[in-house]
């Protein structure tokens, strides 16, 4: 909705009040003149002093009346209602119209504050419109929204902050400190949180524990702050993706599974039958071969599904970006781009060492050249240090950007999907983030960032 265009302003017509004013001196002025002539003649033995006594004592009375004849025209009562009206305005009551019954300046004041108290009339209701739809999706929706002033004090809530804080009784006006005082510690702790914050724990003394978020941002209204706090249950979600998630490892697990033993059943088959058969004897080490190297993938396979399971908290120490590139050398082919940092990082070798390796094999196995697979460190960046991987290989779709941390998905028929994502639980274990990014001219930049952290003493 829009604020319609403002209204022309009215024709205006006759004298303005400038020309009524020098309409007004002309006449006062020769009044004056006119009676102070006429006393100077009918009293000639009186002196100027009392000629001019009695010119002003006569003259002031007609020119009053001339100036609220000629000017005044009830421009103090216009001044007084446009006042009043002005007065409604800063009370937000937009409904006060003025009657505009003159042609002049004043009937042109009149007119614009009419049309200035429809406009903000208008606009009033359009603001009350644009709210009303949040409103009432704040008053139906789950999620937990309260809003606080400066003094902590709640001035907005929605239906499923009353019933979860006082079992649907209001709450507005209340201190949110008091309000949660007797709460479980986790909830309190989050509420004086600065930050968002995710936590688990129990709504009730007999009740397991659930999962929340925190949203909170702050705002200004009023010359005042205010803090929008947004809580959101995720048990129920959590519990469902978890589910999913154990849907799908136990179909990838089974079909990895199958088909590593549904040959080695069937070699044990002809193994039986060489064996009952001397002239196929020479065969017989071939199949033992092929059962022992189906068996290694499998082994292999299920160890890098544990891996995620069990790694283990980073041992970290001060190691310079040098030596852990070191480390990984003649592995897989790369070049390290720009120069390297002074510090020294402060991670667990072992396992950034693994996450050069995971991200470099699949540099090159994306089909990339060698020579355009490189390796960056950029210091000073956010607080942190990124270390970045990239290559010239095929890239990927965007549907596979958006999946590709996640565990077990692999768009490769013998991937397992777990390279990037042991990649991304080893950044997150060291406090950084993990990013896949499409690259101008083909290819994926991969982005570790890591936090600044200074070696202990």
């Known amino acids: 909705m829009s604020t319609p265009p403002t209204e022309a302003d009215p024709p205006r017509s006759g004298l303005n009040l400038t020309a009524r004013a020098l309409i007004s001196i002309v ?22 002093l009392i000629h001019g006594l009695l010119t002003m004592a006569t003259a002031l009375p007609i020119v009053y009346v001339l100036v609220r004849k000629v000017v005044h025209r009830g421009v ?17 009551d937009y409904s006060m119209r003025l009657a505009a019954d003159r042609k002049d300046e004043v009937g042109l004041l009149i007119h614009r504050f009419n049309t200035l108290a429809e406009t903000l009339r208008r606009e009033r209701m359009d603001i009350y419109q644009r709210e009303l739809v949040p409103e009432t999706i704040l008053a139906i929706t789950s999620i937990i929204v309260v809003m606080t002033n400066e003094a902590g004090r709640i001035v907005y809530s929605n239906a499923a902050a009353r019933e979860f804080f006082a079992g649907g009784k209001p709450i507005d006006g209340r201190d949110l400190r008091e309000l949660i005082a007797a709460a479980p510690p986790e909830l309190v702790a989050a509420v004086e949180s600065a930050d968002d914050l995710l936590f688990s724990c129990p709504i009730t003394d007999a009740s397991d524990p659930d999962t929340f978020h925190l949203f909170k941002r702050y705002f200004e209204f009023s010359m005042q702050r205010h803090t929008l706090y947004i809580l959101r249950r995720l048990t129920k979600e959590l519990a469902r993706k978890e589910v999913e998630t154990w849907k799908k490892a ?18 044990v088959h002809s193994a039986r039958l060489m064996l009952d058969n001397p002239t196929h004897a020479q065969r017989l080490r071939g199949a033992l071969d092929t059962i022992e190297e189906r068996a290694g993938h499998l082994r292999t396979f299920l160890d890098g599904y544990a891996s995620i399971a069990r790694l283990p908290q980073p041992a970290k120490r001060s190691i ?48 990339s050249p060698a020579e355009e697979i490189g390796v960056e460190i950029r210091a000073g960046i956010e607080d942190g ?30 991937g397992s999907g777990l390279g990037l994502a042991l990649c991304r639980e080893i950044v997150d274990a060291h406090g950084g983030r993990l990013t896949l990014h499409p690259r101008e001219s083909g290819g994926i930049a991969v982005r570790c960032w890591l936090p600044t952290v200074l070696a202990p003493n």
């Open 385 to 414: 240090t990124e270390l970045w991987v990239v290559d010239r290989g095929k890239g990927m779709p965007d549907e596979v950007l958006r999946n590709a941390l996640l565990p077990f998905y692999s768009t490769k028929k013998s």
């Open 320 to 367: 310079g970006w040098s030596e852990l590139l070191g480390g990984v050398e003649g592995l897989y082919p790369f070049k390290v781009v720009g120069a390297v940092p002074e510090r020294p990082a402060y991670v667990d070798p072992a396992q950034m060492q693994q996450v050069l390796i995971n991200l470099l094999k699949n540099a090159s196995e994306s089909g």
């Open 250 to 267: 136990i179909r990838v697990l089974s079909h990895e599974v199958n088909n590593s033993l549904a040959p080695v059943s069937s070699l």
């Open 27 to 48: 006449v006062g002025g020769s009044t004056i003149l006119l009676l102070a002539e006429g006393y100077r003649r009918l009293l000639p033995q009186e002196g100027r």
């Open 76 to 92: 103090r009562e216009a001044m007084l209602a446009v006042s009043d009206g002005l007065l409604s305005l800063t009370e937000k």
